[in-house]
Nanobody
Framework: QVQLVESGGGLVQPGGSLRLSCSASRFTLDDHAVGWFRQAPGKEREGVSCISGYFGHETTTSYRDSVKGRFTISRDTVKNTVYLQMNSLKPEDTAAYYC???????????????????WGRGTPVTVSS
């Protein structure tokens, strides 16, 4: 059974940084699209960033407009982990953050919830002074 586990969330002041990690067991993240999503209390889950399945030398990424220039998604092939580096955090970034992966390999990612088959349980991020 595929398991995705998020870590790295916590409490941070506005302007601060966090790095979220998504690790997988019984599953090689490299070959699959991986997305980061978030859900704030009382709001719908929304896509934050994604990285496509590894196409040889090409890896494509996507970000929602509100995090462009502040968040960066990346992979560590050896550790079988996908990261979300979050800088210049704002109170409106407060949410539970989830990673998700596609079942199919070599998929171009997008920020649609329906694209993803496997989900982690989330890690909380609170941005507050």
């Amino acid at each position: 059974q595929v398991q995705l586990v998020e870590s790295g969330g916590g409490l941070v002041q506005p302007g601060g940084s966090l790095r979220l990690s998504c690790s997988a067991s019984r599953f090689t993240l490299d070959d699959h699209a991986v997305g980061w999503f978030r859900q704030a209390p009382g709001k719908e889950r929304e896509g934050v960033s994604c990285i496509s399945g590894y196409f040889g030398h090409e890896t494509t990424t996507s970000y929602r407009d509100s995090v462009k220039g502040r968040f960066t998604i990346s992979r560590d092939t050896v550790k079988n982990t996908v990261y979300l580096q979050m800088n210049s955090l704002k109170p409106e970034d407060t949410a539970a953050y989830y990673c998700a992966a596609t079942q199919n390999e070599y998929v171009l990612c997008d920020l649609s919830i329906s694209l993803y088959d496997y989900w982690g349980r989330g890690t909380p991020v609170t941005v507050s002074s």
